[in-house]
């Protein structure tokens, strides 16, 4: 067979390729496999495992996406822009000559000021005019019960993180003082004095004090020391070892054919990126490629490369397992923060959620075209909700 043809039947062995069969070590001569060589299919099967669910939960995110943005953000901006015209007719209503107890007057404003610092909070699908009005309505009504009580515990809270965490640096003998941030300053500057206050804390943690003497270490923890750095060391080695050798074999500058050329800049463009991000699977995938379709290279292996190997997997295993798990916080899904539980972290089934805004926008309609109206029906809804919002404080909820 020439090599051409020796190629292509490795790029037609490529395509074909990506089950975890083709990474197994199978026993050679009727001997038994090892266990290091057990342990190191059952990793391939994990992470093959690892890989699907990571994609299913992927391609489950992207159609979630695709539907959120087409179905449900053109509800949420709907929302956002009856809101904003609840708020503009009630601040209206309360300056005209409309019949209010004082009381019911107070609770109606502080209602009308609280949904539009809700607005200016989250401004989605509001125009800049609009974001000047709600801050009109703001400055004129004040902030509102809500606000002036979650400022209040917000200090509170802050004021226990602070105090717990000089009290943990006060204990490992570093002196940490908070005492002069301002969490009600400019964020960012409230940002980064926290930051060089606790980085020159981490600076100092685990500095032995003068009058201090340093622990002598154990053998055991000697023992254990040099065993992670032989393994780290071993695990650089080989795998610096493995790309080097497909490198060889692989490198298009090295290849006069042109289409050998072309077939080994695709190899190598995969294996420089393996490489790179340190993807063992990637890099055996692609030396099985090249040397074919037996796996005889990986029975003949010894187990201290195999247990490196191994190693390496049970890393990516980790960081797979770990990238799925965040995968819903990732920036391009941003958008289904607001569709996800905040307290359990799962998403919301789109349908659900359709149902419900579609719900409240016609709840929402339904009261704009009451506040619109200058009657006896008017009067009534504003007592309604000014009274609902009074009541609200005592766990009810707000009436939109």
Known sequence: ???????ERKGAAKSQSGSKEDLMITAQGGARLSPVQIEFNGLMGRLESARAKHARKQARLDQTLAISIRELMPLIEELKRLNRDIVLNGWRILFENTKLTKKRRYWYGDLISGKASELLADPVGLSEEDLEKLEAVVKELGPSEDERMEKGDDADHFAFIRDMMEHAARQQGVDLD???????????????M???RMLAASADFGRVPE???KRKPTKAQLAKERKKAEQDEAKKRDFKSLYKQLAKVLHPDLETDPELKAHKEVWMKRLTTAYAEGDLRTMLQLEMEWLGEEAGNLSKAGDQKLRVYCMVLKEQISDLTRQTNNLQYEPQYRTLERFTDPFMGTLENPKTIKRELMAAV????GILQTLERDDAGRRQLINELADAHAHASQGLDCPF
């Open 362 to 365: 016609k709840g929402l309609r």
């Open 211 to 213: 009058s201090g003497r």
């Open 178 to 192: 908070l005492s002069d941030l301002d969490p009600e300053g400019d964020p960012a500057e409230f940002e980064r």
């Open 1 to 7: 067979m020439s090599e051409s043809e020796h190629v």
């Open 194 to 196: 926290l930051r060089e």
